[in-house]
């Protein structure tokens, strides 16, 4: 286990929280790596659904500085999130650099369709994205 926190930390837990967890990888060989996050592992807590409380993700460790944005359907908000025509919405999307170095100032477009498929563009987004961090 690299590290654990206690729920009681998240006094109380709202829907959708997030936890922010620091790992360091200094004994960790280079290659691909499978983290899991486990979420009341002891079952003390009862829950409607006890089979959905753990996840996975590859972690692909390098020797080498690294670059890498990008985003994700669910990392795109609208607001509102129901709108009616006419009316002004607010778009967002979280950019994240995986990567071990820090990206430029970066753009992002946000198009009304597949801009592959002749979307128009409708907005430009900017950020300087720090190395592995996401902003918002």
């Given at each position: ?25 200094t ?22 659904n ?39 919405v607010?778009?967002?999307a979280?950019?994240?650099n995986?990567?071990?170095e820090?990206a ?33």
């Amino acid at each position: 286990m690299l590290g654990s926190i206690q729920l009681s930390e998240l006094n109380p837990i709202e829907a959708q929280s997030s936890i922010l967890a620091y790992i360091n990888l200094t004994n960790v060989s280079p290659g691909e790596h499978v983290f899991f996050a486990v979420v009341d592992p002891d079952n003390s807590i009862q829950e409607i659904n006890e089979t959905n409380n753990k996840a996975s993700i590859v972690l692909n460790v390098g020797t080498e500085s690294t670059l890498d944005l990008f985003t994700r359907r669910e990392d795109i908000t609208f607001i509102p999130e129901y709108p009616t025509v006419g009316e002004m919405v607010r778009i967002r999307a979280a950019l994240t650099n995986s990567g071990n170095e820090s990206a430029a100032t970066s753009y992002i477009y946000f198009y009304n369709g597949n801009p592959s498929s002749g979307g128009k563009r409708i907005s430009i987004g900017s950020a300087a994205v720090p190395r592995r961090k996401v902003c918002m």
